[in-house]
């Protein structure tokens, strides 16, 4: 594993900037990643020539893309890492600059995610081994048949899984930065076309382009810069993993979500009920259920009955999704880790207009990639 508490020296998110998620265009990629990168650095009152290193997380760009894109803000021999893990890509950057500043190499680094759609292929695709069917490997299908099983042991009706897109969608539009803008009622939702079981178009998350990126500094540089130690966001604690073989009756990937949110809450010395906010991989609705059990915010086979007595809406226990989620915020792969620390950031600072949650102060974010792997990182208010 994997869960790291980082107490050499704490490591904290001073700058933010997003460029809002939407549907493919014909903007080249620099014209995506620049924005956000500068908003970042606005953000955290610096300039480029204070970063020291950045951490490009994108999964469709090809070859050299953060050199490519980033020397259009100068070249001053600052070291620049790409990063590809599929849907945990950017959540991997911010991973790798978090270790790079707490090791002392770096004390002011860049993570930004990255991605427009369609220009990516699969490994799995060439990997030589005959498959099961040909839709194995379909995500789509596979959360279906997920869905089906949750609906089944749980005996719930299909309002359930649709319950949890109307909270995200809702959230989403009132998210400036969100890709779908439009709240959904239940009936929408559910006449909504189908895609695979009882999953509709509507609780499944759009693919499309965006960039996110956060600007990280050690407590020396914050010292160095001056920096507004009330708009502060600390990473405590940053985790890393995939998935181990599991008996019959346990998917997967629900064994890896249990598992690598037990570690990051472990590193961190705190429970799952101390958690005020939590941002997720909700691709498919039936995700944000099934997680919010394995994590612990609810108990076992609860998930349906958590969402429905508001514990997961803003304002309530702990705030699932506030951004919109991959549902509604949108899942360009590449920014979307990084743009849950974003969110998380905006709502610690109480800067989340329209969708504030209140008294956030402990948050994760927690991410999932193709072949298996989880990323996750506990972020805490700064006080004092």
């Known amino acids: 594993m994997s869960g790291t508490l980082l107490s050499r020296e704490p490591i904290y998110v001073v700058g933010i900037g997003i460029d809002p998620y939407s549907f493919a265009s014909d ?3 620099p014209q995506l990643g620049l924005p956000a990168v500068r908003e970042a650095l606005k953000d955290a009152s610096i300039n480029w020539a204070d970063v020291a290193t950045a951490y490009v997380g ?14 259009h803000l100068g070249s001053h021999g600052q070291s620049v890492v790409q990063v590809e893990n599929a849907s945990a890509s950017g959540s991997a950057a911010l991973r790798m600059a978090t270790l790079d500043l707490t090791a002392g190499v770096s004390d002011t680094a860049l993570v930004l995610g990255i991605d427009k759609f369609g220009k990516g292929h699969r490994a799995f695709d060439g990997e030589g081994a005959p498959r099961l069917s040909p839709v194995d490997g379909n995500p789509a299908i596979h959360f279906a048949l997920m869905a089906e099983t949750y609906l089944a042991e749980r005996g719930e009706p299909v ?19 969100a890709q779908f803008r439009k709240p959904r009622t239940l009936e929408q939702v559910l006449a909504s076309p189908p ?3 009882a999953l509709t178009v509507q609780q499944c998350c759009p693919r499309g382009e965006g960039a996110a990126a956060l600007i990280l500094m050690t407590e020396k540089a914050v010292a160095r810069h001056r920096i507004d130690r009330s708009r502060l966001v600390r990473v405590r604690a940053t985790g890393a993993t995939s998935e181990l073989p599991t008996q019959a009756d346990l998917d997967p990937a629900i064994e890896l979500i249990t598992r690598s949110t037990a570690e990051i809450l472990d590193a961190a010395g705190i429970a799952a009920s ?10 498919f ?13 609810c108990e076992p086979g609860a998930g349906a009955r958590w969402l429905r007595d508001g514990h997961s809406q803003i304002g309530g226990s702990c705030a699932v999704n506030a951004s919109g989620g991959l549902i509604g915020m949108g899942h360009p792969l590449g920014p ?7 969110e998380i950031t905006r709502q610690m600072r109480g800067e989340a207009d329209g969708r ?8 994760l974010a927690h991410m999932i990639g193709l072949g298996g792997v989880a990323f996750a990182h506990v972020l805490e208010k700064n006080i004092g």
Do not use: C, I, W
Request: proline letters at 4%.
């Open 27 to 29: 903007r080249p990629f």
């Open 58 to 71: 994108t999964a469709s760009l090809g070859m050299a893309a953060g050199r490519v894109m980033l020397q």
């Open 159 to 177: 309002e359930a899984l649709a319950a949890v897109a109307v909270k995200n969608h809702g959230n989403a539009a009132l998210n400036p930065f």
């Open 195 to 197: 895609v695979a079981g």
């Open 274 to 283: 101390d958690l005020d906010m939590v941002e997720l991989h909700d691709a």
């Open 285 to 297: 609705s039936v995700e944000e259920l099934l997680y919010t059990e394995a994590m612990g915010l």
């Open 336 to 342: 979307t880790g990084v743009g849950q620390v974003a």
């Open 356 to 363: 504030q949650h209140p008294d956030t102060r402990l948050a």
